[in-house]
């Protein structure tokens, strides 16, 4: 292979240009997102049942639903929430199934699933999104006073700014807050009894006097004609013409007018609002669909956004408040920052330590190369630049180096010691000399990261594209090490006139000194280093544990619970509050609320409040200096509210509701049948929760206490009057229920009909039994003549996972490690919390995520620690020098833990990969320096000084390899904005742990060699 490399080096020279041109093409049309989206496969199911209380919808639709999806193939779990009105499926897919076969599947049992639950109640599969799916966030308000509320979404939301949003591609679904234009007919009890008017007449005369009908076609002289029949309902006025009843003695009708009123109103009962500014204005939140990019659709919505600004009324303004391309864009170009700026670091770095202006530029040429080739791979294959994947090229950057750094080094060397030979048999020597070593240590690196691919859930999502990248790029480094730079090093080195430095020839001599006075002290130094190894582990039991450091978002979002028998208004007022105690912060740009779910929302009610606060970029924060230090002084501020407070992120709200079911860092989840008991149980936990150091925001989902206005018919009455069931019921239905009674047509647009409750009749219960219904035998009948109305408590809320209710207790941790407080949560709940027979507990969070990880770390990397001895055995051919250069592992632990604990980071996902990553380098630079020991050996050199001679000789790629690597991360170290957060932890482990084993291998190394050699000569 080499030798064809130098023949057809011009043609080697003609694919890095078209190399480079293909890269850059790719570097620029690589999709760019925040971060890989760790969504489980998971397909939702709402079912809408208005009327229905928290039990009926559990026991008529949750219970049959759940039923149903749990017998899908490769389904792992069903979680629910039974709420008044609304019953919310979850099913979760094994991982690996694809989401359009989970859907299809799903689909295909829903007509199952409809035809256990009661007639008109409609289950459907919610928008095909993720976890992370709601991108961008937008609003509409009138500012010349013209439109209401209704208007503004039923009209220019609905017909006008939806339609041409949803044709941007990659837009799955629209959620849409506000009232809904509908036209209200309110009834007049006493007259309808008046003129002998059920409601039950006013029903189907509202059903049969609004109907368009079509009757084929008809041939006349005119031609084919298509026949319609237009008895729609067009106008207010036409509706109140409706004939109600015919007096056919007298020949007089009675018009809905007689009877009714017909206004302009909202569709009663709904569960939500969007908040601005201190008022309600018509929100909207802009859900992508799966697999989309993130900021591709961002863009094509804001253009579309702009394009519908131009065709709205003048006065009426359409807003764009947030959108998660902007957290996409500071996180990649954090880490682009981290990347390019460790590459110049690296490159001055390679250049001063080679000490040669032509090395130095053939090396550093090999890095830009080396990450052309790997963002050719990652466009070729579907993957995005994220802070995942970009990351990974930032934390390898220095690493990308080292092939070409020994290649050329070794090169420049022979061609200056060996000026007789010729060009191309000196480089092709060259080559045959180093590549096995090379080789194996590249190949080591991939080994070392393959752990990481064991990783499942979340933490598969997140960190297998960063193993990814940072495997093709090394790969890619071996690929540019042994092709274009041989190529480059035939047309452009020339032997120089010393094969090293000043520099190095300095670092030579003191070096030399070193390794004489390392064999004459062995044994005090080895006792230094065991006891430096098993002080390590005694700080590592120090260091607490997390999943991973929190991503900075640049966003606040308050999430409020109120009593479960708060109304919408109240809501409302309490959002308002919040944000106008957030813009009192000079660094808050602007606050929005969202109260109760939206008509396609969660499963929430008006009880429960998520205020977003954006914040300005964190060097322009003076008030705080924190977003802890922000949450503390605002929660301070708000402890007046009549509301349970907690504090998070977007995007991170999102995946704590993805991993636990709910929304916080540790989610509580007491399991069993009694919702009395759970409650007790869920209060005993809170309270223990509450004195654990650590917690914050700690509240208990409230289960009962929903109070319900329960009407039962009097059957005695009913029979004695001859009133049926149905008639007493269609009040709850229609007049309080707000069903709608049909739809009147304006041009293109659909309004809906609906009746509700005179003024009269509002606000007290003891009212609505005085209404008037029914005439027998000259006595009127009022409602609470033919049903009982009380009010009741019932449950408010019902969470089930796998077929079994639960109690929630929710809260986050500031001011300690995760694993350290769950631990002691979970000894304190043990020890003093008595479950009855039936009943448990789990826990559910990021920190599960963490512990899973560590699991699947303490069996797959001894397992890849193996591997890697069987490999250096297969390269070596010896059990001694495989074990030497294994020595290298412990090395560089000591120096990872160290740091680790100095900076205050917690043992983390990406700080355990960071302990991965120098595994590797370390068992590299040990390849490096034995194998040249054994050349020399093999040239029959004595062992003391083929030792010294080899560590002299590879000192310089050795520290090339060390400093590049170390360098390359300094960027990941100290820049501080968004994205930082994840990789610090693991840059701050490889470049302590890289000091401790370079220095170890150049100092202990040579000495231990000398040791094991003497006493296994032929190991």
């Known amino acids: 292979m080499f030798r064809a490399v130098l023949k057809y080096r011009l043609l080697v020279l003609i694919a890095l240009v078209g190399t480079v041109i293909y890269g850059v093409y790719s570097f620029k049309k690589l999709p760019i997102d925040a971060f890989p989206d760790p969504t489980p496969v998971q397909v939702n199911i709402y079912t809408e049942a208005p009327g229905l209380s928290a039990e009926e919808v559990e026991t008529l639709i949750t219970i049959p639903v759940e039923s149903v999806m749990n017998g899908i193939k490769d389904v792992e779990l069903v979680r629910s929430v039974s709420l008044p009105g609304l019953s919310y499926v979850s099913v979760y897919f094994k991982e690996g199934t694809d989401v359009y076969f989970a859907r299809r599947l799903v689909m295909e049992k829903l007509p199952d699933a409809k035809e256990r639950i009661p007639e008109g109640f409609n289950p459907v599969m919610g928008p095909n999104s993720t976890g992370l799916g709601n991108v961008l966030v937008y609003v509409l308000y009138d500012t010349s006073g013209k439109y209401t509320p209704q208007e503004l979404k039923s009209i220019f939301q609905q017909w006008v700014a939806r339609p041409l949003i949803m044709s941007a591609g990659g837009v799955e679904e629209i959620v849409q807050f506000g009232p809904e234009l509908a036209y209200v007919i309110v009834p007049d009890f006493e007259k309808l009894i008046a003129y002998g008017i059920t409601l039950e007449d006013l029903l189907n005369a509202l059903e049969r006097n609004n109907l368009l009908v079509g009757g084929g076609f008809y041939q006349s002289a005119e031609g084919d004609l298509v026949v319609r029949g237009l008895g729609r309902v067009y106008s207010k006025e036409d509706l109140l013409r409706i004939p109600v009843k015919v007096d056919e003695e007298k020949g007089v009708s009675v018009y809905l007018r007689d009877v009714a009123k017909v206004v302009e109103g909202e569709v009663p009962n709904r569960r939500g609002a969007f908040t601005m500014n201190g008022q309600e204005v018509q929100g909207n939140i802009v859900v992508k669909r799966i697999y989309e990019n993130t900021k591709e659709v961002v863009d094509k919505v804001k253009e579309k956004l702009k394009e519908i600004q131009k065709i709205l009324p003048e006065g009426v303004k359409i807003e764009h408040l947030y959108d998660q391309a902007y957290l996409t864009e500071k996180a990649v170009s954090t880490i682009q920052k981290a990347l390019f700026s ?18 130095s530029l053939i090396v550093i040429s090999s890095l830009p190369l080396t990450l052309l080739i790997a963002f050719i791979v990652m466009k070729e294959t579907g993957m995005s630049g994220n802070l995942m994947t970009l990351g990974g090229l930032a934390i390898g950057i220095g690493m990308f180096v080292d092939s070409s750094v020994v290649v050329v080094e070794n090169v420049y060397r022979h061609l200056t010691e060996n000026k007789s030979a010729t060009k191309f048999s000196i480089i092709l020597d060259s080559l045959k000399e180093v590549w096995r070593p090379v080789l194996f240590a590249v190949l080591i690196i991939v080994i070392v990261f393959s752990p990481i691919f064991v990783f499942e859930s979340v933490e598969g999502k997140f960190f297998k594209p960063l193993a990814m990248t940072l495997i093709i ?93 708060v109304s919408l208004e109240e809501g409302k007022r309490v959002a308002t509050a919040i944000e106008r105690e957030a813009m009192k912060f000079p660094e808050v740009i602007r606050t929005f609320s969202t109260v109760g779910r939206a008509e396609k929302g969660e499963a929430a009610d008006v009880n429960y409040i998520e205020t977003w606060i954006l914040l300005k970029p964190q060097s322009e924060w003076e008030t705080f200096k924190t977003r802890e230090e922000f949450n503390e002084i605002l929660r301070k501020r708000l402890e007046w509210l009549p509301a349970s407070l907690g504090f998070t992120q977007p995007i991170k709200m999102r995946i704590d509701e993805l991993l636990s079911g709910v929304r916080a860092d540790i989610a509580i989840k007491i399991f069993g049948q009694d919702p009395e008991v759970l409650n007790e149980l869920a209060d005993k936990v809170k309270e223990i929760a509450e004195s ?40 709850v239905k229609y007049n309080l229920g707000g069903a709608p009674v049909g739809e009147l047509q304006k041009d293109t647009l659909l309004f809906p009909i609906v009746m509700t409750l005179p003024e009269d009749f509002r606000g007290d219960v003891s009212k609505l039994a005085k209404i008037p219904l029914f005439e027998r035998h000259g006595k009127i009948l009022t409602f609470g003549d033919v049903a009982d109305l009380k009010v009741e408590p019932g449950l408010f809320v019902i969470r089930r996972e796998n077929n079994i209710r639960f109690a929630l207790v929710m809260l986050n941790v500031e001011g300690r490690d995760t694993g350290s407080f769950v631990k002691e949560l979970q000894s304190r709940i043990e020890n003093e919390v008595k479950l009855p027979t039936g009943y448990f507990i789990t826990y559910g969070g990021q920190f599960e995520n963490q512990q899973r990880a560590m699991k699947k770390l303490s069996i797959a990397v001894p397992v890849s620690i193996f591997l890697i ?151």
């Open 692 to 731: 654990v150091p650590g917690a914050v925001d700690v509240q208990k989902e409230i289960q009962a206490g929903r109070l319900q206005l329960r009407i039962y018919p009097k059957w005695e009455v009913l029979e004695r009057y001859g009133i049926t069931v149905e008639e007493v019921l269609d009040v």
């Open 473 to 565: 790029a090394l790969l890619a480094s071996l690929f540019v090490a042994f092709t274009f730079i041989p190529a480059l090093s035939y047309y452009f080195l020339k032997p120089g006139k010393e094969t090293y430095s000043k520099l190095m020839r300095a670092i030579h001599k003191v070096y030399e000194k070193v390794l004489d006075f390392t064999f004459k002290l062995r044994t005090l130094l080895y006792l230094g280093v065991f006891i430096s190894f098993v002080f390590s582990l005694f700080l590592l039991t120090r260091i607490g544990t997390e999943f991973a450091p929190e991503l900075e978002e640049g966003a606040v979002i308050v999430k409020a619970f109120l009593d479960p028998n």
């Open 342 to 359: 460790g590459m110049l670091l690296v490159a001055i770095v390679t250049a001063f330590l080679m000490g040669n202006f032509r090395t």
């Open 869 to 1019: 001895f069987v490999m250096l055995y297969l390269n070596f051919n010896s059990v001694r020098d495989a074990l030497v250069v294994m020595l290298n592992v412990p090395f560089a632990v000591i120096g990872g833990i160290i740091a680790l604990y100095i900076s205050g980071f917690n043992l983390s996902v990406p700080s355990a990969i960071g302990f991965i990553a120098i595994f590797g380098v370390a068992t590299l630079n040990g390849v490096v320096l034995v194998s040249y020991i054994r050349q020399l050996l093999q040239e029959e050199l004595e062992i003391r000084e083929a030792v010294k001679r080899a560590a002299i000789l590879r000192i310089r790629p050795i520290l090339i390899t060390a400093i590049t690597t170390l360098i390359g991360l300094i960027p990941l170290l100290v820049i501080r904005d968004i994205g930082s957060e994840v990789q610090r932890p693991l840059a701050t482990v490889v470049v302590g742990g890289i000091f401790t084993s370079t220095l170890l291998t150049l100092i202990i190394l040579p000495s231990v060699y000398e040791l094991v050699y003497r006493k296994f000569p032929r190991a």
